[in-house]
């Protein structure tokens, strides 16, 4: 039993951060039908702006995470005109788009390479380390940080989604972009808000994973593919999917080592996330998006 | 659909073919090239040969894969193993390991449902899951610590002819497949898989021929390069390094174009050896600006320019002639 | 159709007359005159995911060149001769490491090769010195495997992975007897999917094999390099009710699982995570109450050089060139292959390679690491079997050598004092 809890908690706390990682990918998705390949240079950047912040002013990631968000918008809005906007649209933009962003993100990786060497970071607060019992056994207080944060963004995105005007054309948007343009919507600005808005999503992972894991410039990779599977699972496209996925991988990932070496545990996602893509391309819970 | 297979390949074309691979096959002895320089061609050639049969899948198909490092690491560790077992010839085993990796890319047969960005995904899936489970798998692959073969000094420098002939094959296919009528459904199923059903191109069938066609070469090449490296290891085998690297040479010298990838390649060997000993720090940036800037500004890539080039230079030596090319 | 079978016939032609263009502008070197400088070439990690510790190989190699030739050089045949050292950035790759060694051997042309660093690299690498006969010294692979191909030309200057894991068995071992552990003891293993994780498991492995029932272990299992969440791993661990832990990481791994270690409230008699464990970057990031009597064992600890000897000599020297700072064993062997090298060379009289090959065969000379002597004994496929020091982390900062006794400047305590009775 007390295995089961512990087994569970871990499951949760997971589930929090995968969560964390796939609403930024998954919201750029739905709306702009792009696949960022740059996430998980953006999680990476989000991991050292947190870092500069902390080392340097001594600001705690959790205050930081306004800071965060912000910059990391910025750096979307930036990564949009620059680039992504010249992306032809529709089924042929596809590749070039991967491939575009997957170049965006080689860039990032080098450039924080150059600012910050390759050498392994951390980020270590006074509560790194500290937990609470619970259960007969202990929770991380980060990690419920961490989850805290996981569970009231999809709130705060849906609030901002359903409630303001720039939400609402976002949702219009995603549905048909030809018929906003018609009734006077600025789809460039929206597409522009949208992909801001992910990779700000993108910078807050970033940021979080931070507290848990030690980071180089290389980080981010692991991220990405966690995500993928994911968004993959839920759906790509819908947020609620997104969290939802999130908690299915990271039970199925967490209970494996009942019955699998603790090496392959890993390798599970990644089958589902074929199988899936294959027999549910629209994901476990999503509409169909295939063809 | 009028056009037909050509009864035969032009003979300019054959002959600029023939008088390339002729050169390059004397070229060891006539330049009297250092060890150095002709292992450097040697990899070339095992890069090229990849490059081009990832083209297939990428560039005439439009099947972005980002998964090709799985095929590659089959190959590799199948002809490894079979050399390790007793004595089999060299060619024999890189042949199996090849036909291995073919197989084994039918398995992914359901993935080809998939298009675009699904289908990459799914590569990335499939690859990553393949690099930890042949990790995991000691008995085959030797587990993390890999695998060594014994050093052979004699079989490196003749792969030099092994990679050029495997090179020289698939460039030809290549020629083929473009301008056959093969090349034409694959280009409509590119342009539109549904569409290329209804005027009666079996697309599933295409798609799995390539694929396997794909899965083979890039299986075979593996094998050449346990061969030429000696020791081989599972997570720089399967890596998605690997697979980007594939990904990376095709489109920098041109996706979908015969002499794209062999452009690319080319510059993804002379790029490392050069500039990382010079400027270590910067090649993975200048490899994603390069992604950028092509993708943003010509597609066709490095093949595109030189198309360009082309063209310009002959608008200016023949004024209107040009307009009516033989076909 | 029409266009695209224009292809120019020549282009095909143009594009191999292109590459061997480009490739035979690699400068060949001219043919041997009477040397008038001994040249040495090594790869190193420099960037990529070995960057920080290629970097320390590097400051190591660079001392023993500067040293020597502060000196004139090498007496090679009774002339001083001055030694050069070219280093290219293999950036952590083995296609790299390996293309890379071709050309400094077949078109820099260097007289002899010291070693990358990490097995991997290593492994790929050394076939380069065994095609081309030239001897290959390395600080840097430790796997056993390395060493098992017969090799000729290739030396290690450090002791394999698997003594590692067999030295701390032996220090446990003595604690055991002396009644501080439990017996029998249960272990939980976890050691990275790695060559050097496979050899530290072979270690403790082999070592409670032969206990006799002494030692259980519970939990065996390894994980991925760069693994993110260790959760439900440490959970089995946590379920398994072990005494000792014993794990093999390298350093992000080991800040990462630490972390979650101590969230997760885990505590063991003893805690050790192989090689890792009194880096200050670990304990920056760690906190030095959540590293307090961690059990490393290491190749080399700036710590032997409390004594007096060459290990005290050495420290200092590096503490001279780079602003008093302490060298770690990364240093140390990377300095020790480099001597090894020049002795044979000096030995030899000459150029020669075969003849060096011969001398560093042969070599048995005194060294600044743990054991004092450093040879590379044939039985062993030329891999030098020095002994691992054992280092615990104190809570007055300090992490003194606690074993083997002949090396220690400190009292090991078995069992951890953090954990609750």
């Known amino acids: 039993m007390e295995r089961f809890i512990d087994l569970s908690l871990s499951a949760i706390m997971l589930a929090g951060l995968y969560a964390t990682m796939a609403y930024g990918l998954g919201l750029i998705y739905g709306v702009l039908r792009v696949v960022n390949l740059a996430h998980g240079g953006v999680i990476m950047a989000g991991a050292y702006l947190g870092w500069v912040l902390f080392e340097r002013w001594g600001i705690d990631p959790y205050l930081a995470l306004p800071l965060v968000i912000v910059a990391s918008f910025l750096l979307g809005i930036v990564m949009y005109r620059l680039l992504v906007r010249h992306l032809p649209r529709g089924p042929a933009g596809g590749p070039a788009s991967l491939l575009l962003l997957f170049g965006t993100w080689l860039v990032l990786r080098n450039v924080s390479y150059l600012l910050f060497t390759g050498n392994d970071q951390a980020i270590r607060t006074s509560y790194s380390t500290a937990s609470v019992p619970f259960l007969g056994t202990f929770v991380s207080v980060n990690r419920l940080g961490v989850l805290a944060v996981a569970v009231v963004l999809p709130i705060l995105l849906q609030l901002l989604l359903k409630k303001t005007y720039t939400g609402r054309a976002i949702r219009a948007v995603a549905q048909n972009a030809d018929s906003c343009t018609l009734v006077g919507v600025d789809v460039e600005r929206i597409y522009a808000l949208t992909f ?25 990779s692991g991220e990405l593919l966690k995500s993928f599977v994911v968004v993959v699972l839920g759906g790509l496209g819908s947020i609620l999917g997104v969290g939802l996925a999130a908690f299915i991988l990271a039970v199925v990932e967490v209970f494996a080592i009942l019955v699998l070496p603790s090496y392959l545990t890993s390798a599970v996602g990644f089958v589902m996330l074929v199988f899936v893509l294959v027999l549910r391309p629209g994901g476990l819970f999503g509409q169909r998006v295939l063809g | 659909m009028s056009v037909s297979t050509p009864d035969l390949v032009p003979p300019r074309v054959a002959a600029g073919f023939a008088a390339g691979v002729v050169l390059l096959a004397v070229a060891p002895w006539a330049l009297d090239l250092s060890p150095y320089s002709h292992n450097l061609v040697t990899l070339a050639f095992l890069l090229i040969s990849g490059a081009v049969a990832w083209n297939w899948m990428g560039g005439f198909l439009g099947q972005i894969s980002f998964g090709h490092a799985a095929l590659f690491g089959l190959g590799g560790f199948v002809s490894a193993r079979l050399l390790l077992s007793g004595p089999v010839p060299a060619p024999l085993a890189w042949l199996v390991g090849g036909l291995v990796a073919g197989v084994f890319s039918l398995g992914a047969h359901p993935a080809l449902r998939l298009r675009g960005p699904y289908f990459s995904i799914a590569t990335i899936g499939l690859g990553e899951a393949v690099r930890l489970i042949f990790t995991y798998w000691e008995d085959f692959t030797g587990g993390a610590s890999g695998l060594s073969l014994p050093i052979d000094p004699d079989m490196k420098h003749q792969l030099y002819w092994w990679g050029l002939g495997l090179a020289a094959i698939v460039v030809a296919v290549s020629w083929l497949m473009r301008h056959s009528t093969f090349g034409l459904q694959l280009l409509a199923i590119k342009a539109d898989v549904d569409a290329a059903g209804d005027v009666g191109v079996s697309a599933t069938f295409y798609q799995d021929l390539v694929f396997v066609l794909s899965g083979a070469v890039v299986g075979v090449s593996g094998g050449l390069y346990a061969s030429y490296f000696s020791f081989i290891e599972p997570n720089d085998m399967f890596g998605f390094d690997r697979s980007i690297a594939f990904v990376l040479m095709t489109v920098i010298g041109g996706v979908g174009t015969i002499l794209g990838p062999v452009l690319g ?61 033989t076909p | 159709m029409r266009s695209r079978s224009t292809v120019p016939s020549s282009r095909p032609a143009l594009l191999s007359t292109l590459l061997l263009a ?35 190989f590097k400051e190591g190699y660079d001392l023993a060149f500067e040293e020597v030739n502060k000196k004139g050089g090498l007496t090679v045949g009774g002339k001083k001769l001055p030694v050069t050292l070219s280093i290219l950035d293999d950036t952590s790759t083995q296609a790299t490491a390996v293309s890379l060694a071709d050309r400094l051997v077949n078109s820099d042309r260097v007289d002899f090769l010291l070693g990358t660093y990490a097995s991997h690299l290593v492994e790929a690498q050394s076939t380069i010195g065994e095609q081309n006969r030239i001897p290959y010294v390395n600080g840097g692979g430790g796997a056993t495997k390395i060493y098992r191909r017969g090799f000729k030309y290739l030396f290690g200057t450090i002791a394999p992975v698997e003594l590692l894991g067999t030295t701390l068995m032996s220090w446990i071992d003595v604690q055991q007897k002396a009644g501080k552990l439990p017996k029998p003891a249960k272990i939980a293993l976890l050691w990275e999917n790695t060559a050097h994780g496979k050899d530290f498991r072979k270690g403790v492995s082999d070592f409670v094999a032969k206990s006799g029932g002494a030692y259980q272990i519970s939990v065996d299992e390894s994980f991925p390099l760069d693994g993110k969440d260790f959760s439900a791993l440490l959970g089995k661990v946590k379920a398994a009710g072990v005494d000792l832990f014993l794990a093999d990481a390298h350093l992000p791994d080991y800040i990462t699982m630490h972390r979650q270690y101590v969230a997760a409230g885990l505590c063991h008699k003893v805690v050790s995570y192989g090689a890792r464990g009194s880096e200050k970057g670990a304990i920056d990031a760690l906190g030095q109450e959540n590293v307090n009597y961690i059990v490393s064992g290491v190749w080399w600890s700036a710590e032997l050089g409390k004594k007096p000897g060459l290990a005290k000599a050495f420290v200092e020297l590096f503490g001279a060139r780079y602003g008093g700072r302490k060298p770690e064993w990364f240093q140390a062997l990377a300095y020790e292959s480099a001597r090894a090298l020049f002795t044979a060379i000096e030995q030899a009289g000459t150029l020669d390679r075969e003849a060096v090959r011969a001398k560093l065969a042969a070599l048995k000379i005194p060294s600044l690491l743990p054991g004092g002597t450093l040879e590379y004994p044939a039985a062993m496929g030329q891999q030098a079997q020095n002994p691992f020091v054992l280092q615990q982390n104190l809570p007055d900062r300090t992490s003194p050598i606690i074993y083997p006794p002949d090396s220690a400047t400190g009292t090991g305590v078995a069992v951890n004092p953090r954990c609750p009775k």
């Open chain 3, 22 to 56: 480009l490739v035979a502008a690699v400068p060949r070197a001219a043919g041997a005159a009477a040397p008038t400088k001994v040249s040495i070439g090594a790869t190193l990690p420099l960037t990529g995911a070995e960057a920080r510790i290629g970097g320390f």
């Open chain 1, 196 to 220: 801001g808005l992910g990779t700000a999503l993108a910078g807050v992972a970033g940021l979080l994973s931070a507290t848990i894991f030690s980071f180089n410039p290389g980080f981010g």
């Open chain 2, 265 to 325: 390649a080319i510059v993804f060997v002379l790029l490392r050896q050069y500039l990382l000993a010079s400027y270590p720090d910067l090649y993975l940036g200048l490899y994603g600006a390069l992604l950028i800037l092509i993708i943003l500004f010509e597609p066709l890539g490095m093949a595109g320019l030189l198309r360009r080039l082309g063209h310009l230079l002959r608008r200016r030596r023949v004024p209107a002639a040009a307009a009516g090319g």
